[in-house]
């Protein structure tokens, strides 16, 4: 079995699935972090291999896994709040600039979302176990629009060695979560909590020596392990 890391450039899962004795690899269009093992846009990779073009699916074996860490910025309520004209630095913009604006994030939305179906319908059609991973505060357009329901949502992932609370729920494709116990206590580790403020959300105690957007998208490597121990192998 090897596991392909989709969407994930830190590397985080990637080094905890080589801990546990299995090879894995990141595929990602960024390497900030220096782990990415293959530089490709994915979005690309993910419409070519739906049509029946040569793709990173091509390689990819029915034991192996899928972890697809799909990018959540055009389904959460954000965008919902933009779409409506209720985000309070549009206040002052005209109906014209509102429906505009509204527009243009509808057609994004609707390509991301026919972009995260495609994903699904590959690995459907090629027996390839997936796991896909998004946030799971509502509203979110996933939960009322996708016809596949998450097999899993983790409530507080700091219960189980993470950073953030940030409900999140995980999809799972071809196989079922195992749900084994994993015994070993947890390390401490400091949280951040993500909360509202002035119309967008904000990180208190966070990293300082991190950005905004990196302490949002960052994942204990502790909450890693547990989560591949616990419902992929």
Same mark, same amino acid.
């Given at each position: 079995?090897?596991? =392909?890391?989709?969407?994930?450039?830190?590397?985080?899962?990637?080094?905890?699935?080589?801990?546990?004795?299995?090879?894995?690899?990141?595929?990602? #269009?960024?390497?900030?972090?220096?782990?990415?093992?293959?530089?490709?846009?994915?979005?690309?990779? #993910?419409?070519?291999?739906?049509?029946?073009?040569?793709?990173?699916?091509?390689?990819?074996? /029915?034991?192996?896994?899928?972890? $697809?860490?799909?990018?959540?910025?055009?389904? /959460? $309520?954000?965008?919902? @709040?933009?779409?409506?004209?209720?985000? =309070?630095?549009?206040?002052?913009?005209?109906? /014209?600039?509102?429906?505009?604006? $509204?527009? /243009?994030? =509808?057609?994004?939305?609707?390509?991301?979302?026919?972009? &995260?179906?495609?994903?699904?319908?590959?690995?459907?059609?090629?027996?390839? *176990? @997936?796991?896909v991973e998004n946030p799971c505060t509502?509203?979110?357009?996933?939960?009322?629009?996708?016809?596949i329901k998450a097999a899993l949502i983790?409530?507080? *992932?700091?219960?189980?060695?993470?950073?953030?609370?940030?409900?999140?729920?995980?999809?799972?494709?071809? &196989?079922?979560?195992?749900?084994?116990?994993?015994?070993?206590? +947890?390390?401490?580790?400091?949280?951040?909590? #993500?909360?509202?403020?002035?119309?967008?959300? *904000? #990180?208190?105690?966070?990293?300082?020596?991190?950005?905004e957007q990196t302490n949002r998208s960052? +994942? =204990?490597?502790?909450?890693?392990? *547990?989560?591949?121990?616990?419902?992929?192998?």
């Amino acid at each position: 079995m090897k596991a =392909h890391c989709l969407f994930e450039q830190s590397g985080t899962f990637k080094n905890e699935f080589k801990k546990l004795g299995i090879e894995a690899l990141d595929y990602d #269009i960024q390497n900030e972090y220096g782990q990415t093992d293959y530089v490709v846009d994915l979005f690309a990779e #993910i419409v070519g291999g739906y049509e029946g073009k040569p793709s990173i699916f091509d390689n990819i074996l /029915e034991e192996d896994v899928i972890l $697809a860490f799909f990018p959540c910025t055009r389904f /959460e $309520a954000q965008i919902q @709040l933009w779409m409506s004209g209720n985000c =309070h630095s549009m206040k002052n913009w005209s109906d /014209e600039k509102k429906i505009e604006y $509204a527009r /243009e994030k =509808h057609k994004e939305l609707a390509e991301y979302y026919q972009i &995260f179906s495609k994903l699904f319908l590959i690995c459907l059609k090629r027996k390839l *176990r @997936l796991v896909v991973e998004n946030p799971c505060t509502p509203p979110h357009y996933l939960i009322t629009y996708f016809p596949i329901k998450a097999a899993l949502i983790d409530k507080d *992932r700091t219960l189980n060695g993470d950073y953030v609370k940030k409900p999140t729920q995980y999809w799972f494709v071809n &196989f079922q979560p195992t749900n084994n116990v994993v015994f070993e206590p +947890i390390i401490e580790v400091p949280t951040y909590t #993500i909360c509202g403020g002035n119309g967008s959300n *904000r #990180i208190a105690n966070l990293d300082k020596t991190k950005s905004e957007q990196t302490n949002r998208s960052t +994942i =204990h490597p502790q909450y890693a392990n *547990r989560f591949i121990r616990q419902f992929i192998l």
